[in-house]
C-alpha cells in the first residue's frame, strides 16, 4: 500500500511531511545533461541503471537527452519500466527461474527486452519458454572481469556459450555484459585504473574471439559511476551502465577523486528532541535511510553529525561551534548509499529554490523478484 505523498507542489521544503525523500531538481539535471554530454563526446551509449531511480519518469528523462535505454537487476523492475513506456531494457542480471523468464517474454510485445546468462542450462531454459512465447528473446553473455561473483569465464567460455544462444532460432545473442562492481568504490584512482585497465583487457580479448567466431557484439555493457571514464577511454565498450551519477551519495564521496556530479538525493528529516545538550534527535533511522555503506553526512550544517540510528531515530551529534537546533527544524541527510534509500520510499519530492515543484511515485519500489 502507498503511503500518502508527503508534499504538494507549491509546499515550502520545511513544510514537507518527514522523512521524505527529497531530490533537488536543478542539481539532478545538471547531474543528466553532464553524463549525456560525456557519453555523447566519447561516442559512447548510456545505458542508465534504473535500480537506482527505480522510475519511469527518471527514465524518460534520461532517453530526451540521449540514453540509448535502461538497464534493470530484477523482472520486477523491467516490468514496471516497460508498462511506464521506456521501450529498450535489459536485465543485467541472470534470470534462472520458468516463472520469471515468462514474465520476461510477456514485456517482448511491448519492449524490447534482454538478459543476461553464464550457464547453457539456463539459455536452454530461455530458449524454451521463448518457443512457448512465440517471440525471440535477447541474451547476453555474461562474464567474469574480476568482481567474482557472476560471470563465464572470458575467452573459450564465452564464446561456446554465445555459440549456443546464436544457434537458437528463438534466441539472438546480444553481445556481452563486463561490469565490475568492486572496482567502483577503490579509493585511489591509481586502484580504478588498474583494475578497469584488466576488464578492458579480458573483455577486449573475448570481442576478438566472438569475432573470430562470426559473432558480433551488438552490446559490450558495462562501467559505473565510479569508473566510466576508464571504461569509456578503453575502446572497449560501447555502453556504459552508471546509475547512481544522477543522485550520488556519501560512499562516492570518499572515492579520490569524487565523481564529478553534484549530490542532488537527500533524505529530509525532523528534529523530534532537542533535551539534550549537545544532542538532537531526528525521525529518520534505520527504516528511513541505508548504512550499509555508512553513515548518512548532515548536509549543510558544520560541526553536526548523525550517530546512533535506531529503527525511528537518528541522534545528531553538534560540536560546540555548531549553531543549535530547534523541536520542529528540517534537515537534510545525505545517504551513505542511494539505492537502497531510495528502495524504503513511495515518493520522490522534487525541490527547486526552497520549494516542492513536483511530487512523483518510486515505482518500482520493493521490486525484488
Known sequence: ??????????????????PALIVDLDALEENMDRMAAFCAENKVGLRAHAKTHKSPVVAHWQMARGAVGQCVQKVGEAEVLAW????????????????KIARLAALSSIAKVSLCADDAAVVDM????????????????????????????????????ARRIAASRHLVFGGLQAYHGRAQHLRRLEEREVAIAAVAAVTRMTVDAL????????????GGTGTFPLEA???????????????????????EPAPSFRQSLFVLTTVMSAARSGLAVVDCGHKGIAIDSGLPLVHGRPGISYAGPSDEHGMLI???????????????????HCDPTVDRYDWYVGVRNGRVETVWPVAARGMMS
Open 84 to 99: 511506464g513506456g521506456v521501450p529498450d531494457i535489459l536485465v543485467s542480471n541472470e534470470v534462472v527461474t520458468p516463472r
Open 126 to 161: 530461455v530458449e524454451s519458454i521463448a518457443e512457448q512465447a512465440g517471440c525471440r528473446l535477447t541474451v547476453l553473455v555474461e562474464i567474469n572481469v574480476g568482481a567474482g561473483r557472476c560471470g563465464v569465464e572470458p575467452g573459450d567460455e564465452a564464446v561456446a556459450l
Open 233 to 255: 577511454a578503453s575502446g572497449a565498450f560501447n555502453e556504459i551502465q552508471a546509475g547512481s551519477y544522477i543522485f550520488m551519495d556519501a560512499d562516492y564521496g570518499r572515492n
Open 318 to 336: 553538534l560540536e560546540a561551534s555548531a549553531s543549535p537546533l530547534k523541536i520542529g527544524e528540517p534537515v537534510r541527510l545525505v545517504p551513505g
Open 211 to 222: 569475432d573470430r567466431a562470426g559473432l558480433a557484439c551488438a552490446i559490450v555493457g558495462g
Open 1 to 18: 500500500m502507498l503511503q500518502n505523498p508527503p508534499a504538494e507542489a507549491g509546499m515550502r521544503e520545511d513544510e514537507v511531511d518527514t
